[in-house]
Nanobody, 123 residues
Framework: QVQLVESGGGLVQAGGSLRLSCAAS???????IGWFRQAPVTEREFAAA????????YYADSVKGRFAISRDNAKNTVNLQMNSLKPEDTAVYYC?????????????????WGQGTQVTVSS
C-alpha cells in the first residue's frame, strides 16, 4: 500500500522560497516520485521528478534552474526546493508515484497521488 503526504505549502512573496516535502510509505524503492501542479481552470502539469532507482532528476523548462528535487533517505521523503518564485508558480502542488521503469512527465502514468498542498506567490 502506497501513501503520499505533502507538506510545506504556503504564501510567499515573489522572489521568495518554499520547500515542499512528500512523505512516502510503501513501495518507493523502484519508482519515480513526481511533483505536479495545477492552477485554477488549468490542466495538471509536470514540474519535477526523481527516479528512485537511478537517482536521476527531471525538470519542466518552466522551473529549471529555480526548483530542485532531492531525496532524504533518513526521512523517506522527496523534497522540492522552490526558489525565485513567481506569481505564475501559484498552484496546488501534488506529489505522485509511478511504479514504471521509465520516468514520465505525463500525470496519467502515475498511479498514486497525495492530497496536494497550496502554494501562493504574491506579486
Amino acid at each position: 500500500q502506497v501513501q503520499l503526504v505533502e507538506s510545506g505549502g504556503g504564501l510567499v512573496q515573489a522572489g521568495g522560497s518554499l520547500r515542499l516535502s512528500c512523505a512516502a510509505s510503501g513501495r518507493t524503492f523502484s519508482s519515480t516520485i513526481g511533483w505536479f501542479r495545477q492552477a485554477p481552470v488549468t490542466e495538471r502539469e509536470f514540474a519535477a521528478a526523481y527516479n528512485w532507482r537511478s537517482g536521476n532528476t527531471y525538470y519542466a523548462d518552466s522551473v529549471k534552474g529555480r526548483f530542485a528535487i532531492s531525496r532524504d533517505n533518513a526521512k523517506n521523503t522527496v523534497n522540492l526546493q522552490m526558489n525565485s518564485l513567481k506569481p505564475e508558480d501559484t498552484a496546488v502542488y501534488y506529489c505522485a508515484l509511478d511504479t514504471g521503469w521509465i520516468t514520465s512527465p505525463r500525470p496519467e502514468e502515475y498511479e498514486y497521488w497525495g492530497q496536494g498542498t497550496q502554494v501562493t506567490v504574491s506579486s
